[in-house]
């Protein structure tokens, strides 16, 4: 090989490393999420997310994402987000019971209606609160899914039809509902929930409509109350010195996606598909839903009356002023009509 020739090559790889240096993100961020890879939240939620902020930021900013609990259990992702495991988590703190006493207002059933505007007005009412209840990370949008409701192999008409079953609940503040109702929790995560009712340790569980078909449970449950029930609010998080250390500029990029208007336009496309679900199970024969009469949804609702109570105690006893922050969420939910 001539001299020419290897600095002709020399020329071409500096050129070529170059090229890839200018092409390269400056800011390279792990996300870590639970579900499958082939959730409607990653390809209709985390993945527009991520790349609106990589075009935002001009490529200075690059997300790469790692989903089914590829670096952590689903319980552990708001300490991995604490701890620098990762730089953002997909979290729901309603997989760590008393935690965040606060926040689990928002899993309380008959409270919002839908998980669009719904998600908007949860974060409008808990981005301040999180400041405190969340202050070892930094708190960027909220991801409830469309209201969930009961499937069972069973059927479950009525709160006293709960009593003497095993339930598979969303999370702390459903448990909670069912142990009131005289039933079983048996608390898994999402990932874990088709197994425990295959395996017959649930006879029935509080999922969203269309991930009973995602997370393959539909050849497992038959019956299906029909009723917006509840929500499940998921959240992105990051690690606060990764959020403190990023440049001015990049900050302000992270900063406009983590609004309220934020946390609406994450959720939107989850929710249509979740509720997709429902008229799937309407038109096949191997499902039955039952829609409660207007006497069936008071009984339900007053039988969630005393998860308030408890929630207000809760509250007290991390020195938060209940009557006010309950206010506070009502008149967010009103203001984004989505009050139940």
Known sequence: MTTKTIAAIAVALSVSVSAFAANA??????????????????????????????????GRINITIFPAQQLGAAPDHYDMARDGIVDISYTNPGYQAGRFPIYSLAEIPFQATNAKD?????????????????KDVHFCLINPHDPGTMHSKTPIKVPADVKGKNIRPAHATMARFVSQLGGASVQVPAPEAREAIAKGTADAMTFPWNSIYIFGIDSEVKYHLDMPFYLSSQMLLFNKDTYEGLAPEDKKVIDDHCTPEWSKQFSTGWADNEYSGRQK???SPDHELYKPTDEE???????AQPLIDSWKEDVKKV???????YADFEAALEANDSRY
Not at 39 to 47: M, V, W
């Open 118 to 134: 719904g998600a908007k007005a949860l974060h409008e009412w808990y981005a301040p609160i999180a400041e405190t209840e969340m």
């Open 319 to 325: 020195g938060g002023d209940p009557d006010k922050i």
């Open 281 to 283: 199970m309407i038109d």
């Open 297 to 303: 949804v008071q009984m339900w609702r007053d039988a």
């Open 25 to 58: 993100a400056e800011v390279e961020l792990r996300l870590s999420h639970w579900v499958p890879a082939t959730h409607p939240i990653q390809s209709l939620g985390i993945e527009p997310w991520a790349e609106s902020i990589k075009e935002a930021s001009n």
